[in-house]
RNA sequence: GGACGAGUGGGUGAGCGGUUGAAACCACAUCCCUGCUAAGGAUGCGUAUGGGUAACUGUACCGAGGGUUCAAAUCCCUCCUCGUCCA
């Protein structure tokens, strides 16, 4: 939720702001009408209530001096069809600009990109380069089907279309992949937590994925929860609705979670292997901190997953997404690609964002100050998805046969 | 699934339908006193939002949502959560 005081002290420069995000200029104009219109409501009715409170009270008054009540309470009786009308339009307009409110997205930060598109997104830099290949590389499930790890029709058969199975060696490497991950982050100090897959609609509400991308979410059936599209969203809204103690932030957490994603709009994109699942793992990077704090610990989250793909020798890049590519509630974000030689393109494997005070404000979770309760900052990246460096794995430390050898990093996690 | 009971401010926990936004205690903050492996005293201290340069002040909130009433933390209904007991 964007700050509503803010756009209506600056609207000009605020307004330009989405509109760089593509957010159109009536639905802005709009929102600030309906902002308007319901703080009139809103001092109508108060002052009404205001009355009417005041009389209340005398009534009380005259009761205990044995007075005679029938003049003001027929006074008190006009005064309160007034207010029932007062309070129904203030209901109304405070509904109508929840509606619109809920939908902007987030403000992106001036030093964003312009753009439309994920092809004006800006590289920062490269890690590793990727290797020279004295043969042909194959495509990851061209691999994955040859060593017997990943059965792509079983899992259909089991569910439906995008859905996997893995056995033997890719499902070890599974495990070992999110036990690798969850330590490297615990030293970085990050503190380990499980949550539900399963959430109701306040918590996505809260980090912004409902009202607006309710079609992207699995629902349950005839309850108001969802199972979950990213841990983000569970481990964000721990402190939902909470005032923090300056001294706790900033809180660091990773969380390892499937997720789970209807993926509509994704029809004939990545529809083989396992790039684009219905549900995947992955381990996720959430952190709470300080407003003047969340630039360094965005920067500690993009190097967190950085050095996992450099620990397990996978060249990437590093890209800031322009205005046009970013999410909903994203301020800032920062993509990184993992290189998939058998693609031959370099391909998204984490997203780590930063979204300031938007889903702080929607989850009311903030921090006690001095003299007041400011808005923390929220940030989460992946760090990494685990089927998409499964892929990168085997498509990076592919041979000539079609084996494949496992990063040494890994090692550890598979000797059992 | 059924029967009770409970849900109050950061925490514990009072609260007759009217001067209760809410006692008390703890925690916290500032100050005072004292000076030694402590303690004592004073004051302040919920959240959100509106108005006002400010002092200050309006409104809402006692699990959530409705209702009764001139007036609800307090009465009624529904739901949620947590306990205890029964199946």
Redesign the pocket.
């Known amino acids: 939720m964007i700050d509503l ?1 803010l756009l209506q002290k600056e609207f000009d420069s605020i307004s330009a702001k989405l509109m760089r995000k593509g957010v159109n200029a009536e639905l802005i104009e709009n929102l600030k009408t309906k902002n308007e219109e319901l ?1 009139v409501a ?2 109508n ?3 009404l ?2 009355l ?6 005398e ?2 008054i005259y ?2 001096e044995k007075r005679d009540v029938s003049e003001l ?1 027929a006074k ?2 006009a005064n ?1 069809i007034n207010i029932t009308e007062a309070l129904e339009i203030q ?1 109304f307009k405070q509904e109508e600009l929840e509606a619109v409110a809920m939908s902007i997205p987030n403000i992106p930060d001036d030093e964003v990109p312009d753009g439309k598109d994920e092809s004006e997104n800006v590289e920062i830099k490269k890690v590793l380069s990727p290797r020279e290949f004295s043969f042909s590389a194959k495509e990851h499930w061209e691999l994955a089907e040859k060593n017997g790890w990943i059965d792509f029709e079983r899992g259909v058969k089991l569910a439906t279309s995008r859905f996997s199975v893995s056995f033997g060696m890719g499902a070890k490497l599974e495990r070992a992949l999110i036990n690798f991950m969850l330590n490297f982050n615990s030293k970085r100090g990050f503190q380990e937590v499980s949550v539900p897959v399963i959430v109701n609609r306040a918590a996505l509400e809260g980090t912004g994925q409902l009202p607006k991308f309710e079609d992207d979410l699995y629902k349950i059936e005839n309850q108001e929860l969802f199972l979950i599209p990213t841990a983000e969203v569970p481990v964000t809204n721990l402190y939902q609705d909470e ?1 923090l103690n300056e001294a706790e932030l900033p809180i660091k957490m990773t969380a390892y979670t499937p997720c789970f994603r209807k993926e509509a709009g994704a029809a004939g994109r990545d529809t083989r292997g396992m790039i684009r699942q219905h549900q995947f793992h992955k381990v996720e990077l959430v952190a709470i901190t300080k407003p003047d704090d969340s630039d360094k610990v965005f920067d500690e989250m993009v190097s967190c997953a950085s050095d996992l793909l450099l620990a397990l020798e996978l060249p990437h890049r590093l890209v800031t997404l322009c205005c046009g590519d970013l999410g909903f509630g994203a301020a800032k974000t920062v993509d990184i690609e993992v290189w998939l030689p058998g693609q031959n393109c370099y391909r998204e494997i984490s997203s780590i964002s930063n979204t300031r005070e938007f889903q702080a404000r929607r989850a009311k979770i ?1 921090f ?1 100050e ?1 003299d ?2 400011s808005f923390v900052h929220t940030l989460n990246g992946s760090s990494l998805a685990v089927g998409r460096t499964l892929v990168a794995i085997m498509e990076n430390c592919q041979n000539e046969d079609g084996s494949i050898t496992i990063p040494k990093a890994l090692e550890p996690y598979l000797n059992y």
């Not at 009417?52 to 009270?57: A, D, F, L, T, V």
């Open positions: 005081k703080r809103k001092i009715f108060e002052t209530q205001a009417q409170n005041s009389m209340s009270k009534f009380g009761i205990r309470k008190v009786d309160k209901r005032i903030r006690k001095i007041k309760n």
